[in-house]
């Protein structure tokens, strides 16, 4: 299973951003694909997601109203609109997928895959 995420860089606060999520070696067949950030020093915070089965989704409180997250199926690939960044959204983001249910989205835990992640920094 590779999960490559792209789309980060730098930004100032305000803008936007798109992260991308390339699925490969496995038929998607799975519960819950979606992202999670690591800001330095903090724990890894679980930030969107959306199920396979019937495309509802779960935001953090912290980008509910900001990020979108949304999948292509032909294309196998996730992404996540993020707008109106802030500062305190600088992280690495993964793009993770669980099997089942068994997992906590506020934190992540339980994530069967973790890609390799991306840094977005929002700083002027």
């Known amino acids: 299973v590779q999960l490559q995420a792209s789309g980060g860089g730098l930004v100032q606060p305000g803008s936007s951003l798109r992260l991308s999520c390339a699925v490969s070696?496995?038929?998607?067949?799975?519960?819950?694909i979606g992202w999670a950030r690591q800001a330095p020093g903090k724990e890894r915070e679980g930030v969107a997601f959306?199920?396979?089965?019937?495309?509802?989704?779960y935001y953090s409180h912290s980008v509910r109203g900001r990020f979108t997250i949304s999948r292509d199926n032909a294309k196998n690939t996730v992404y996540l609109q993020m707008n109106s960044l802030e500062p305190e959204d600088t992280a690495v983001y993964y793009c993770?997928?669980?099997?089942?249910?068994?997992?906590?989205?506020?934190?992540?835990?339980?994530?069967?895959?973790w890609g390799k992640g991306t840094q977005v920094t929002v700083s002027s």
């Open positions: 070696g496995f038929t998607l067949d799975y519960w819950a």
């Open positions: 959306i199920k396979h089965s019937d495309d509802s989704t």
């Open positions: 993770v997928v669980s099997k089942n249910s068994d997992y906590d989205p506020i934190t992540a835990y339980g994530m069967d895959y």
